[in-house]
């Protein structure tokens, strides 16, 4: 079982940047969960389901939601079994819980996820 676990969030002001960060588990399930699969961001604001915003595969090629591209960047490093989202020119309707998981997601790897706030 690989553990997932976020960090980085926090209340921003609109238009502000902010980066997340996912560590895995270095143990021999999480390096290799971490070289073979694709992994994504995921967000779940209060009242809506939880939505995929960001994957990447493990070569490197991305993909994002409409709402957030052009604005987020996913990024991995493998050797440090890391994943990380840097979030720009955030808005009010990016609140919500950030998480990390696989793509398609592994039910038992969700973690606590990370609260960002975008408010005046």
């Known amino acids: 079982q690989v553990q997932l676990v976020e960090s980085g969030g926090g209340l921003v002001h609109p238009g502000g940047s902010q980066r997340l960060s996912c560590a895995a588990s270095?143990?021999?399930?999480?390096?290799?969960?971490?070289?073979?699969?694709?992994l994504g961001w995921y967000r779940q604001a209060p009242g809506n389901q939880r939505e995929l915003v960001a994957a990447i595969s493990p070569d490197g090629s991305t993909n994002y939601t409409d709402t957030v591209k052009g604005r987020f960047t996913i990024s991995r490093d493998n050797a440090t079994t890391m994943v990380y989202l840097q979030m720009n020119n955030l808005q009010p309707e990016d609140t919500a819980v950030y998480y990390c998981?696989?793509?398609?997601?592994?039910?038992?790897?969700w973690g606590q996820g990370t609260q960002v706030t975008v408010s005046s």
């Open positions: 998981n696989t793509v398609p997601y592994t039910a038992r790897s």
């Open positions: 270095r143990n021999i399930f999480g390096i290799t969960v971490f070289s073979i699969k694709d």
